[in-house]
Each structure stands twice: as C-alpha cells, then as structure tokens.
C-alpha cells in the first residue's frame, strides 16, 4: 500500500507569508557584510573581520549608507503611497456606504410615503363610498317620497331630489329632471286630477314647474341643458312667467291659461299641444315648434319669435302678435281673427317670413313686411291698410292683379325699389286710384314653399 505524502503547496505558502519573507532577505541582505562581526561579537572569538568586498572601509560604508538610505526611502514612499490608497479606499467604501444608507433611507422613505398614500387613497375612497351610500339614501328617500299619499311629503321629496341635483350634477342631474318631469306627466293624466284642477295647477305641479324652471340668482336653470319630456301633460293654469323653459317636449300637452309671459323659449317643441287663452306677451320665442297644434284666444304681443314655426295644418283662431318682432317664421295652415297689427318682420340676417294656408280676417295694419313669402295663400278679408311692404311676393294669391296694377308692370309680382338704394318702406296704397307706379327691379331670392 502506498503511502501519501501530504506536502504542503508552495505558491499558497509563499503568498500567504510574502511579507515576512521579504523582510528576512532584506534583513540578510543588510547585515551581511556585518555577519563576520556579529558572529564575534557573539562568540566572544574572532572568527573574521567586516566583509567590504575588496574596498576600503570609507568607500565602502558611503555608497552602502546611501544605497540603503536610498531603499529605505522608496520603501518609506511605498508605505506613505499604500497608506494613502489605503485611506483613499476607506473613504470610497465609507462613501459608498453613506450612499447605500442613503438610498436605503430614500427607498423606505418612499415605501413609507407609497404606504401612507395607499392609506389616505383608501381613506378617501372609504370616505367617497360613505358619501355615495349617504347620497344614494337620499336619492331613493327623495323618490320614495314622491310615492307618498301626502301632498305635502311629495312636495318634500322634489326638493330633496332638486337640491341633491344641484349639489351634485354629474351623477343626479339628468336622473333627477327625468324622475320629475315623469312625476308631472303621471299626476296630471290622471281624470280626477285634470276634473279637479281645471283653471290652476295643484301646489306640487306649481312646485315642481318652478324647480325645473325657475333661474333663481343665476341666468339659467340647473336643468337647462336636460331634455324635459311633458308629453301630454295637463297644465292647465300654470304659471311660467319669467321662466327659462328650454329643450322640453310639450307634445299633445293641454296649455289652457298658461302664463309665458316675459320668459324665454328656446328649443320648444308644441307639436299637437292645445292652447286656449295663453299667453306669450313681452317673451322670446327662439327655435320653438307648433305643429299641427291648436291656438285660440293666445296673445304674443311685444315678444320676438325667431325661427318659429306654426306648421303642419296648425290652427290659429284669435291670436294677436301687435308690436312684436317676427324673424325666420313660417306659418302653414289655418290663421282665423289673427292680427299682425304693428309687427315688424325679417330683420336684416334672419330667414324670410313665410305665409302659405288660409287667412281670414287677419289683419297686418301698420306692419313692416320685409321679404314676407305670401305665395300661394288665401285671403279672406285681410287688412294691410297702413303698412310697409318690401320686396313681398304675392304670387298664386288674390292679391296678385292688384300688385300688377300698383307696381303698372304686368310682369312683376314683388314690391321693391331699385337695388342701387337703400330699400325703403312702401306704403300699401287703400285703393289702386292712389297706385304710385314704382320701378321694378329683380327682387331678393325669397324662400318660396310649395303648394301643399
């Protein structure tokens, strides 16, 4: 059986003591010339004399001294060198240290600031969900009320619902008109409420008119971009004076005695509404529709109507415009004891004024009809005595002889003047004895409808 020797490795050894070997051979290597001497010394005997390598003694010793010098001086440099490296590297590695607490610090400084936020967000949103909770009990407390038997609760509970609108648009506004608007709709279709409130709205349909409608201290409504729907509703009395009533559809509603005075209309549809005794007096009417409605006993004196039309075989019986502006507005159908007394039509910018269907007994005294299209309407008994027409097309009427007759031109059909004047009312003469001849010119392109 081999044995095995177990020698230690000489690199690893020579590494690991490399400063201790190197200080022994420098050692040596110093005191060797004195070797000879120190071995005397320490035998007490003489065994040989100071080892100069064949000098003499002084040329010996000087350059030795300074060669050793000379080494001891490098070595002191290398120290100071590896003694400053050495600090230099303790203070890079206490630097990084530092840095490294640093960022240790700013990490779980922001993890405590990621935490804390993640606390006030979950805070908030427990807050935000309790409001909403609170809300939504108000909401549903609001319409459970408006369920309730007690006129007095229902009136509670529309403002419930009102105020929470205004508190909160973006989640309530539209749900809450719509609720109200349905709550008005379902109250007066019901028989014993329309034979009971004839004349005057019950308190909570005056309430809830004036919630959707009323500006308040502002310039318009809360609800004033919300489409309200009071489709065949029973409003019979209602007050509107001096409201803001925009985008609402009235259709087949019954408006008997309704007060619209000094109020703005904008974005009104009437389609098939009826109106007996109301009133437009002193209000703005911009954008409204009466189709195929039904109009008696209705006053809009001193108001402007833009862009209205009443179409559609609309019917208006005793309906009065004195002194009012009329701009872009078209009448298809039925006019019967209506006067246009004083009114001023088509400012300059606005659509013509359209007439076509029959007209009995209307009366355009002292009028301003400035581009008004009478073409192809009847006329039974109409009095335009005293006013002003302009470039007013009377063609397929009774009318359009007499035009002939006044204008003495056998062609023209229209009242004008001269396109290089300014245009200038004409006078309707009360017979064609009084005709004043006019220069006829090519009148202004008018909006003509066609025969229905």
């Not at 120190?38 to 010793?61: A, H, P, Q, V």
Request: aromatic content about 12%; proline content about 4%; charged content about 20%.
């Amino acid at each position: 059986m081999k044995l095995k020797l177990h020698i230690p490795k000489i690199k690893p050894f020579l590494l690991k003591h490399k400063w201790l070997i190197t200080f022994f051979l420098i050692v040596i290597t110093i005191s060797y010339p004195f070797l000879l001497l120190f071995l005397n010394w320490l035998t007490g005997k003489s065994i040989g004399e100071l080892y100069t390598f064949g000098l003499s003694l002084k040329d010996f010793l000087t350059p030795w001294i300074a060669f050793w010098a000379l080494i001891g001086a490098a070595i002191n440099v290398w120290f100071m060198q590896r003694r400053v490296s050495l600090m230099e590297k303790q203070r890079t590695d206490q630097q990084i240290r530092w840095e490294k607490q640093d960022i240790e610090q700013e990490k779980s400084r922001l993890e405590q600031q990621s935490q804390f936020k993640e606390q006030i967000e979950n805070q908030n949103t427990q807050i935000q969900i309790q409001q909403k909770q609170r809300r939504d009990a108000r909401f549903s407390s609001g319409v459970e009320l408006l369920g309730n038997p007690n006129e007095s609760a229902r009136i509670g509970g529309a403002y419930n619902l009102y105020f929470l609108a205004s508190e909160f648009p973006d989640d309530y506004l539209n749900p809450v008109c719509e609720i109200l608007c349905a709550h008005v709709r379902t109250i007066t279709s019901d028989k014993a409420y329309q034979e009971t409130f004839t004349s005057k709205p019950s308190n909570e349909i005056q309430t809830i008119v004036n919630l959707l409608f009323d500006k308040g201290s502002k310039e318009e409504t809360i609800f004033n971009d919300c489409t309200k729907n009071l489709a065949s509703t029973f409003l019979c009395g209602s007050n509107f004076n001096r409201k803001i009533i925009s985008n609402v559809l009235f259709f087949d509603a019954l408006l008997n005695s309704v007060d619209f005075s000094e109020s703005r209309l904008k974005n009104i549809k009437f389609n098939y509404a009826t109106f007996i005794h109301t009133t437009f007096n002193v209000s703005q009417l911009n954008n409204v529709r009466f189709s195929s409605s039904i109009l008696n006993n209705v006053m809009f004196n001193d108001s402007e109507l833009i862009n209205v039309e009443f179409t559609n075989q609309v019917s208006l019986s005793n309906v009065t415009f004195i002194d009012s502006k009329l701009n872009g507005t078209v009448f298809y159908g039925k006019l019967e004891n209506v006067s246009f007394m004083g009114v001023k039509f088509n400012n300059i910018g606005h659509d013509d004024v359209c007439f076509m269907g029959v007209l009995s007994n209307v009366d355009f005294r002292k009028a301003h009809l400035e581009y008004v299209d009478f073409s192809y309407s009847v006329f039974e008994n109409v009095d335009f005595s005293g006013s002003l027409l302009n470039c007013t097309d009377f063609t397929g009427t009774l009318l359009e002889k007499h035009i002939h007759t006044v204008t003495n031109k056998g062609r023209s059909l229209v009242l004008t003047k001269p396109q290089k004047e300014e245009p200038k009312s004409v006078p309707f003469p009360d017979s064609e004895q009084n005709a004043t001849p006019i220069p006829e010119t090519k009148p202004k392109n008018i909006r003509k409808p066609k025969p229905q």
